[in-house]
């Protein structure tokens, strides 16, 4: 699988100042670009422009309300969101989530770090981010049928193939996409357009290895660093990309051997000698959320199971997981991001000068807008490729990405997220210099 063996790299320590202690999502996205800003001394590559107002703000943030029809009859007022961060390297692209935690500035954030995901990655596209305020567990199948096609009903004038495309994220999935991709087709006259949402099921119009590219892709981030076979690994959130990355890392030799889901399983599993992923992952399938309660009761509380000792720890739950009292006692080597900012500053800084290797989200969860971007270039093109033909394009990207930002921070003297911040400032910075003023 890799060319060259994985080894951890050494890389400088950290003095950050300033460092917030439980900030929000923008807080911290915004405290990490600003480093990568300082080191970059940003001012001379924009003369005259604020750097705020060019990077971390927005391109705009669209904020809409949603009538949703209950099934009882009743109506909800949902507050949703759109919000396009920077197109400068390509059109908006990005996730739509549905979240009780859902926020304007959670969004903007997300928006922001979809922009530096994809120059990273050397995606074509900029950033955007989609959020509903609501609870997707608590709505019937038509319900969320429903919200799905009023979201693209009241966002379609900001949307199109070639301008902005949602995708997955926390809370919808394949079939989201399908009844967006079905509201659109209705709005545009019965016109089919593929393209204006990634994710879809292979059979509208998706691309294989989509619904696993994140976890896959974050599996194959960590075999950079590390040869996963006989390594002990623990993951945090057992939705699709906990999901894809412990089966992925289980086939490539791991041990997973705890997986810590509160609302899955009422805690965390534990098992020395490693869970079988397939198997809980065919029950919950199968049997649905309450099957996989009854047959895989919780052993441990999360915060019990993260003290334990592994080599390594795949965060795939959400934002501010890993806080600095979580990472005062977590035993591990290597930790790569599948959530979208699952460590706090604090909790970086701290792991990174013990030594632990942090593979941060813009570079290890970039799979999924990968292979979306695979399922984008396969819609235009209508040209459709073989599964093994998508995950071997996935891999490919995924390791040179990887190598090449070890590089980065080694010749940069970064930590690992700085240093990925700095290459993707400085891609989209290049694209603007060409692009010139508005
Ligand atoms: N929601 C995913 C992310 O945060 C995928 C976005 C996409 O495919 O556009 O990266």
Redesign the pocket.
């Known amino acids: 699988m890799n060319a060259t063996p994985a080894s951890l790299p050494s890389l400088p320590h950290l003095t950050w100042q300033h460092v917030p202690h439980g900030g929000t999502l923008l807080e911290n996205v915004n405290f990490y670009l600003r480093q990568a800003i300082e080191h970059l001394a940003m001012a001379r590559h924009f003369p005259g422009q604020s750097i705020e107002e060019r990077l971390l703000e927005p391109d705009s943030v669209i904020e809409r309300k949603i009538s949703l029809q209950m099934d009882d009859g009743s109506v909800r007022c949902l507050h949703a969101f759109r919000v396009q961060h920077n197109n400068d390297i390509g059109i908006y692209?990005?996730?739509?989530?549905w979240d009780t935690g859902v926020t304007r500035d959670e969004v903007v954030a997300?928006a922001s770090?979809?922009t530096w995901?994809c120059a990273l990655a050397r995606v074509p596209?900029g950033g955007a981010?989609g959020g509903v305020a609501v609870d997707p567990q608590a709505l019937s199948r038509t319900e969320k049928e429903r919200l799905a096609k009023g979201y693209m009903r009241t966002f379609a004038d900001v949307l199109g193939p070639d301008k902005d495309?949602?995708?997955?994220?926390?809370g919808t999935d394949s079939q989201t996409m399908a009844w967006m991709f079905k509201r659109y087709t209705e709005l545009c006259d019965d016109r089919t357009v593929p393209g204006i949402v990634?994710?879809k099921p292979v059979e509208l119009f998706g691309s294989y290895g989509?619904t696993e590219?994140?976890g896959y892709g974050l599996a194959t981030c960590v075999t950079n660093v590390i040869a996963p076979a006989g390594m002990r690994v623990m993951v945090e959130g057992f939705g699709k990309v906990g999901m894809y990355a412990a089966l992925r890392m289980q086939q490539l030799g791991a041990r997973v051997i705890g997986l810590a889901d509160p609302h899955l399983f009422g805690g965390a599993l534990h098992d020395p000698d490693g869970l079988d992923i397939a198997a809980i992952a065919r029950c919950l399938q199968h049997d649905g959320r309450a099957g996989v309660r009854a047959a895989y009761p919780a052993t441990l509380a999360p915060e019990a199971l993260l003290r334990l000792p592994s080599d390594v720890f795949l965060p795939c739950a959400t934002e501010n997981t890993i806080t600095d009292a979580i990472a005062k006692t977590l035993d591990t080597r290597v930790i790569a991001e599948g959530a979208?900012g699952p460590t706090t500053p604090a909790a970086h800084q701290l792991l990174h000068n013990r030594g632990v290797v942090i593979l941060p989200d813009i570079l290890a969860?970039?799979g999924?807008?990968i292979?979306?971007?695979f399922e984008w270039l396969q819609n235009i093109q209508e040209d459709y490729w073989d599964e093994a033909t998508a995950l071997a394009r996935l891999d490919k990207m995924m390791n040179e990405n990887t190598r090449a930002l070890i590089t980065a921070a080694a010749e940069l003297q970064l930590d690992l997220r700085t240093a990925a911040y700095v290459r993707a400032i400085e891609r989209v910075a290049a694209a603007r210099r060409y692009l010139g003023a508005q």
């Open positions: 692209k990005g996730g739509l989530r997300l770090n979809m995901k596209f981010k495309v949602a995708a997955p994220d926390m990634t994710g989509r590219a994140t979208n969860n970039a999924g807008v292979v979306s971007y």
